[in-house]
């Protein structure tokens, strides 16, 4: 299958930033600034996240950052109308990342048309059983252009992995473990394994590792074994106590990327 937009975006590129963070969060109003600020930070990708009211396998600051978004009044539509009115000053990948039931809530028709208006060809829906899309929603996606991101974890056989890489065209995300988002440290002998393994199917979309990714060593280790690395819970706290959303986002990845310049 060929390779999307992002997913040529992102092959294009050695040691892919990506930055998760909370739409409509810290603040009010703040989800275009955000974004923005990231791009000119210098970060490859942006994950948009949808704030769903029980996250399965976020941990306790994107929870609170999701709790706290909804507080600040997130809708999708309104996430919809600020992605539109920056889609022309937007040269990097969006990704929506969020909940099946968010977008069957929304109407799944309704939603990847959405995504298609505002020029978001990649989502994110962990609980998207890879079954019920194959039978009930690849046509729909392929309508609107948009393409479905898939996790894998250490567990995930290698059956499914393969079903995977066969129906994927932007890129794969590899859970570097299966705890709960928020890890912080370096990775383990087996995660390292768990990398390797993956590294080596040679598989056809671009990997991108995220889970327990904080710093500079743990960005860069991940690099050695994937397209990129995804960083969400260490960036949320890095927002939490902002009173220079631009600063805080420059300050917070010149410390990731570091030798970058």
Known sequence: MALNRT??????????????????????????????????AGVDLIEVGIPFSDPLADGPVIQKSSQQALKNGFTLDGLFEDLKAIQADVTIPLVLMGYFNTALAYG????????????VDTVILPDLP????KKSYTDFFAAYGVSPVFLITPQTSNERIRQIDDLSNAFIYVVADNSITGGSGGFSTEQLHYFERIQARQLSVPLIIGFGISSHNTYRKACEYAQGAIIGTAFIKALADSTNIKQTISTFIQSIKQDDA
């Open 130 to 133: 890879l079954a019920i899309y």
């Open 7 to 40: 997913g040529e975006y992102i092959q294009g590129k050695a040691d892919v930033l990506s930055i998760y963070f909370t739409a409509e969060y810290p603040q009010k109003g703040t989800t275009q600034e955000v974004i923005l600020s990231l791009q000119d």
């Open 108 to 119: 799944m028709e309704r939603f990847l048309a959405a995504c298609k208006n505002v020029g």
